[in-house]
């Protein structure tokens, strides 16, 4: 790694100080977010300081080095997407471990790659709990954004919304729900389907 990249990766980690919270910090570790360390930085601080960075592919790969949970996130929000290989989105998806940074990817990053729908639908699909939930919130934005998937694609998204929905993973069924909210807002179609859909699963979605 170029020795200019590592100086600025050692200067933004050196003002995660000024943005301190001890109290979200600890908060969050009751929660269960795994970071070796957490300085509790507000993500409108982060957002704040990722503006202020600029993209760049490799500060972004060298942050995401270190299990600091601000170097995650500005990594997320500093990496080009269209500079993104699928190899390292792979691998940075392998090593997300907790619901907040997988909420952060898919919303600041993973939707934004060109083959966020292909990603979206693997990982939904997958055993993995923080790729499930990635999947959804990919969905959930591309939905957003107005992107409609084909029939077969609405075929493959029910089925592994429902299944996600009344599955076991609370945090998986939250993220199944909120793309479903979002694909009904495409269209009345969508909302149709949407509607038989969550009440095969017993639920009165409107």
Not at 49 to 76: Q, T
Request: hydrophobic share 45%.
């Amino acid at each position: 790694m170029d020795a200019d990249i590592i100086e600025k990766a050692k200067e933004i980690k050196r003002s995660f100080r000024l943005m301190m919270d001890g109290v979200t910090s600890q908060s969050m570790r009751d929660k269960g977010a795994n970071y070796h360390v957490n300085w509790g930085a507000s993500i409108p601080m982060l957002k704040a300081k990722a503006k202020e960075m600029g993209y760049n592919h490799d500060l972004a790969v060298e942050l995401w080095k270190d299990n600091v949970r601000e170097c995650k996130i500005l990594a997320l929000m500093t990496m080009p997407a269209d500079e993104m290989s699928r190899q390292l989105a792979e691998l940075w998806m392998e090593q997300i471990n907790n619901t907040e940074l997988a909420e952060l990817a898919s919303m600041y990053l993973f939707c934004k790659l060109p083959y966020a729908p292909d990603m979206a639908y693997k990982w939904m699909a997958s055993e993995n709990e923080m790729q499930q939930i990635c999947g959804f919130h990919i969905l959930a934005r591309l939905f957003m954004n107005g992107q409609e998937p084909n029939e077969r694609g609405i075929n493959e998204y029910i089925d592994q919304a429902q299944a996600a929905i009344m599955g076991g993973s609370m945090n998986v069924r939250k993220a199944a729900m909120a793309s479903m909210r979002r694909f009904a807002d495409l269209a009345l179609v969508y909302e149709r389907l949407a509607d038989t859909a969550m009440k095969r699963c017993g639920i009165d979605f409107f």
